[in-house]
């Protein structure tokens, strides 16, 4: 079955810090992989998606096949990243997104 | 562009009342989808549709939840009779898919939170 697993509810960094949200995944085949974010009273959005290999807001993402991992990342943490971060994959075959139940990052002044 | 509409925003109904949640997708956009938030949680797919058609809906409680999509536009979602463990945010998402990407973004809207009490 497919899964996704975000193993900390909370993560609390000071600003300039650095950040990694981690985010396991159970899937035999080969999957297509996000982040979305949701900040404080605004609708779930994209932040990042595996194949794209971009940096949006300074974060970034790298797919490991061999640790079925795809943690989030960025080298100093800013007040404004404070946000519920979810990891999200699409099996082979559909384009429904199956979610990780969410780390919500706190970033303190 | 105008985004994923969503209403109402906030309901409140008691257990074995009936409700109903309306959801105006992203002009254009041919896929639909109906996913479920319960607190702590993070969302779970209860229906895709395709224009008109059901591609996805394994994880829906048929004996109580039931969703259309008429027209191929707008859909709505509905529960009857409730129960306690509805209570939820019920979020809809949109996307412009396509057979040959698995990569195309998914557009929420806003979420109707539901109470049962």
């Known amino acids: 079955a497919q899964r996704v697993t975000q193993p900390e509810k909370l993560l609390s960094v000071f600003k300039g810090a650095p950040v990694e949200l981690k985010c396991n995944y159970s899937?035999?085949?080969?999957?297509?992989l996000f982040w979305y974010v949701q900040y404080s009273r605004q609708r779930l959005q994209l932040l990042l998606r595996?194949?794209s290999r971009e940096s949006i807001k300074g974060f970034t993402a790298d797919l490991n096949k061999g640790e079925t991992s795809f943690h989030l990342k960025k080298p100093f943490a800013q007040e404004e990243d404070s946000a519920m971060y979810y990891c999200?994959?699409?099996?082979?075959?559909?384009?429904?997104?199956?979610f990780g139940a969410g780390t919500r990052l706190a970033v303190h002044p | 562009e105008a985004g994923v509409a969503q209403s109402p925003r906030y309901k409140i109904i008691e257990k074995r009342q009936s409700v109903a949640f309306w959801c105006n997708p992203i002009?254009?956009?041919?896929?639909l989808y109906w996913y479920q938030q319960i607190l702590g949680q993070g969302p779970k797919l209860l229906i895709q549709f395709q224009n008109n058609g059901v591609v996805d809906d394994s994880q829906l409680p048929k004996d109580r939840f039931s969703a259309e999509r008429l027209k191929g536009v707008d859909s709505t979602l509905k529960i009857q009779p409730a129960k306690l463990e509805d209570s939820a945010v019920y979020l809809c998402?949109?996307?412009?898919?396509?057979?040959?990407?698995?990569?195309?973004?998914?557009?929420f809207g806003q979420g109707t939170r539901l109470t049962v009490v």
């Open positions: 899937y035999s085949g080969s999957p297509e």
């Open positions: 999200a994959l699409i099996p082979w075959g559909y384009n429904k997104l199956i």
């Open positions: 002009s254009g956009h041919a896929t």
């Open positions: 998402a949109s996307s412009n898919h396509r057979e040959s990407s698995r990569n195309t973004e998914a557009f």
């Open positions: 595996h194949i």
